[in-house]
């Protein structure tokens, strides 16, 4: 059962990785290479991907394309980097809930994330919002008075979120929990899905990562009514956070590169040494942070470090206020 305490969901902070790595000679590119995405074209990851996917085309690779594969929320793309080759030729691109929090929020995932995949760089950082569109009034601008208007019209109290047992699931859960609300889950294979619904009006909010809602809420046509950081987002700076609205929380996702666990140490060094080249890109870092990211690359022991903390934080709080994909 939750206790009513603060939650911080999310263990890990920005960490600058090193660039020792970038400074080794660069072997040769390869002919092509892939990075999987879990989640369909037009959401915040395919964004990060591509812009990476062009940075890495030459030095890293001849040709480097992203390979979308949507559903259960990121696993069957991680699923398809498990059993890819050792050569550093495919690579995926991942939020870190697939790899820290899944194993306690799935009774089962079709890989291992500490034994199937070998990490390569950070890329970024995310807050996560809530966002309304049309079906809901311009009256409601708060999480509060979107519950209470949801409580008056139970047949549109419902939210869209990119995968079950994801941060913007058990966000939208913690809500539900403090409020004792009762705001309905409608499941996508990507926040893109959802805001394409949520502007249409067939569903009323949408939980996902803020850069994924900038381009409609900068166009008029989407409302952000919550950020999960433990202060304003400077993308965003209007908007008041879950915990200055009440909720105890705040969420900070990250998305990192990572290769086979097979691939060999060549492989890896050439990845990572590219990878932090890119991140570190002015063009990519401009890019990334007009899609609503913070910026950061790292070596591939701290992005270890990272999952190993992040995985004993998820641990504890999905254990503490029972949270699994079917909640």
């Known amino acids: 059962m939750m206790k009513r305490r603060q939650l911080l969901l999310g263990a890990s902070g920005a960490l600058l990785g090193g660039n020792a790595l970038a400074q080794t000679a660069a072997p040769a590119p390869l002919d092509s290479a892939r990075i999987l995405v879990g989640f369909v074209p037009g959401g915040l990851s395919d964004v990060i991907a591509r812009r990476l996917a062009d940075r890495l085309r030459g030095g890293?690779?001849?040709?480097?394309?992203?390979?979308?594969?949507?559903?259960?929320?990121?696993?069957?793309?991680?699923?398809?980097?498990?059993?890819?080759?050792?050569?550093?030729?495919?690579?995926?691109?991942?939020?870190?809930?697939?790899?820290?929090?899944?194993?306690?929020?799935?009774?089962?995932l079709p890989y291992d994330p500490q034994k199937d995949f070998q990490p390569v760089s950070l890329v970024c950082h995310t807050n996560h919002a809530l966002c309304v569109g049309p079906a809901v009034p311009a009256s409601v601008k708060t999480v509060k008075e979107f519950l209470a208007w949801c409580k008056e019209h139970p047949d549109k109290s419902n939210y869209g979120s990119p995968g079950v047992g994801s941060m913007p699931h058990l966000i939208m859960t913690v809500v539900n929990y403090t409020a004792k609300s009762d705001v309905q889950l409608v499941a996508y294979k990507g926040t893109a899905a959802a805001i394409t619904d949520l502007l249409g009006g067939q569903?009323?909010?949408?939980?996902?990562?803020?850069?994924?809602?900038?381009?409609?809420?900068?166009?008029?046509?989407?409302?952000?009514?919550?950020?999960?950081?433990?202060?304003?987002?400077?993308?965003?700076?209007?908007?008041?956070?879950?915990?200055?609205?009440?909720?105890?929380?705040?969420?900070?996702?990250?998305?990192?590169?990572?290769?086979?666990?097979?691939?060999?140490?060549?492989?890896?060094?050439?990845?990572?040494?590219?990878?932090?080249?890119?991140?570190?890109?002015?063009?990519?870092?401009?890019?990334?942070?007009?899609?609503?990211?913070?910026?950061?690359?790292?070596?591939?022991?701290?992005?270890?470090?990272?999952?190993?903390?992040?995985?004993?934080?998820?641990?504890?709080?999905?254990?503490?206020?029972?949270?699994?994909?079917?909640?």
């Open 203 to 327: 569903i009323s909010a949408a939980s996902g990562p803020l850069g994924n809602f900038l381009p409609q809420v900068r166009a008029g046509k989407l409302r952000l009514i919550a950020t999960s950081g433990d202060s304003r987002s400077g993308q965003a700076p209007d908007i008041a956070t879950y915990r200055e609205q009440g909720f105890p929380l705040t969420a900070r996702e990250w998305y990192g590169l990572y290769l086979p666990a097979k691939a060999t140490r060549a492989a890896v060094e050439r990845a990572s040494a590219q990878a932090q080249a890119a991140v570190g890109d002015a063009g990519v870092h401009d890019a990334l942070q007009q899609a609503g990211v913070d910026v950061a690359s790292s070596t591939p022991a701290t992005l270890a470090s990272m999952l190993e903390a992040d995985t004993l934080e998820w641990r504890r709080l999905t254990r503490e206020i029972g949270f699994t994909a079917e909640s």
């Open 60 to 108: 890293y690779a001849g040709s480097v394309i992203v390979d979308n594969r949507p559903g259960a929320s990121g696993q069957i793309a991680l699923s398809a980097l498990k059993d890819a080759p050792a050569d550093g030729s495919v690579l995926g691109l991942t939020h870190s809930s697939a790899l820290a929090m899944y194993p306690f929020t799935f009774k089962k």
